[in-house]
């Protein structure tokens, strides 16, 4: 089993930034990649970037510029950093991975953007 935790979520005003971690334990050596997904209320879960273990990385269009992930392997732990943010990036941002084949999620952490 992998645990996910994340944290960084807050209050923030439209322009500003956020940098999200997520730290996973447990069996790490079976993660082939991380992602982060949100969902705003009302809304389906949608995926907003993804990297993989040989470092390829995919963003949302909706991010793509604003939005940067990272990750410290010797931690495990991926950040998002988060810029230039707007009301409509308001949502529960979700830290997943794929382990042995099988997607696992963290608890979600709020992000609030106030216009």
């Known amino acids: 089993q992998v645990q996910l935790v994340e944290s960084g979520g807050g209050l923030v005003q439209a322009g500003g930034s956020l940098r999200l971690s997520c730290a996973a334990s447990g069996r790490t050596y079976g993660i082939t990649s991380f992602g982060w997904f949100r969902q705003a209320p009302g809304k389906q879960r949608e995926l907003v970037t993804v990297?993989?273990?040989?470092?390829?990385?995919n963003y949302a269009d909706s991010v793509k510029g604003r939005f940067n992930i990272s990750r410290d392997s010797a931690k495990n732990t991926v950040y998002l950093q988060m810029n230039s943010l707007k009301p409509e990036d308001t949502a529960v941002y979700y830290c997943?991975?794929?382990?042995?084949?099988?997607?696992?999620w963290g608890q979600g952490t709020q992000v609030t953007v106030s216009s």
């Open positions: 997943s991975a794929v382990v042995f084949g099988l997607r696992r």
């Open positions: 990297i993989t273990s040989d470092s390829s990385i």
